[in-house]
């Protein structure tokens, strides 16, 4: 059963960098679609970014486009979130998300397995 835990959150200050990770296990990263979205009380999941199986390109979501960036570890089944100027907006439960599908990337619905989520909080 494929299983996602993300971790590395934290409270950081306005203009930070923050990398999150999430992990896999019960398959391999490069079966799947990967994406964070995030999410807030007042607002549903936001989509932040997803990378393809082969891992060869990334769609960024507008509102992190230029300051976030994704890199994946094969080896340890691993897919990262590097942000970096990070705003008070930016403050939410970040999920890690895995689809077995080749499409629907911006949407949670392509999406069948996420991690419980990591809470990143940027204060002013």
């Known amino acids: 059963q494929v299983r996602l835990e993300e971790s590395g959150g934290g409270v950081v200050q306005t203009g930070d960098s923050l990398t999150i990770s999430c992990t896999l296990s019960?398959?391999?990263?490069?079966?799947?679609?990967l994406g964070w979205f995030r999410q807030t009380a007042e607002k549903d999941r936001e989509f932040v970014v997803g990378?393809?199986?082969?891992?060869?390109?990334?769609l960024y979501g507008d509102s992190v486009k230029g300051r976030f960036t994704v890199s994946r570890d094969v080896t340890r089944n691993t897919y990262f979130l590097i942000m970096n100027s990070l705003k008070p907006e930016d403050t939410a439960l970040y999920h890690c998300?895995?689809?077995?599908?080749?499409?629907?990337?911006?949407?949670?619905?392509?999406?069948?397995?996420w991690g419980p989520g990591t809470q990143v909080t940027v204060s002013s």
């Open positions: 990378t393809s199986r082969n891992g060869a390109s990334s």
């Open positions: 998300a895995a689809s077995s599908v080749r499409f629907g990337m911006t949407s949670p619905y392509s999406y069948s397995y």
């Open positions: 019960g398959g391999t990263i490069s079966e799947y679609q």
